[in-house]
């Protein structure tokens, strides 16, 4: 009797658990990540950035950034310079295989994406990703560096084919 009253209230724990997990991404209040690890925090069940695809539903694409298309063809030069910049850039946060497991991801708030789940969602755009990459995480607050001072606009799109072929 004892043991089945034990046993619905912890899965209605766990429940709970799951759909705030699921719902409110980021916005977890203190002990509810408990049991999910303090690297998934901010991260949807697929480990996309739920603060970013939130402030775009909320306020669209940026217009500096809106209709912006890849203007660099898909070929192997490119690719490999895509590369190279993602291991120079990007690797510490986002992990050699893009999943969000480097060693700078820990302890970040929301933590990195994971870009291989990212880049297959229908708002991955080619503005979204230009957007994401040259204003980092200064419009949603999170510890991405804003890479437009730092690389060209051609890098930035040979980092866009590079991430799509994640
Ligand atoms: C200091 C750590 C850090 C570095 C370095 C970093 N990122 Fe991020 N990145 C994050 C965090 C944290 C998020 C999740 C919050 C957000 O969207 O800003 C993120 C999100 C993203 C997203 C959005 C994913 C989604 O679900 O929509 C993309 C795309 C991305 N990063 C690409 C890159 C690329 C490419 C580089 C290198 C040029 C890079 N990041 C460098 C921390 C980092």
Known sequence: MKSTLIMAVALGGLLFTALAGAQMGGGMGPGMGQGMGRSMMGRGPEGVSIVRHRFVMANGIDKKYAGKRNPLALTDDNLRAGKALFDTNCV??????????????????PAPADLTAAIAMPIAGNAYLDWTLS?????????????????????????????RSL
């Open 135 to 163: 204003e980092g995480g200064v419009p949603v607050g999170s510890a991405m560096p804003p890479f437009k001072a730092s690389l060209s606009e051609e890098d930035i799109w040979k980092l866009v084919l590079y991430l």
């Open 92 to 109: 510490v946060c986002h992990g050699t295989s893009g999943k969000g497991d480097g060693p700078g991801a820990k302890g970040l708030n």
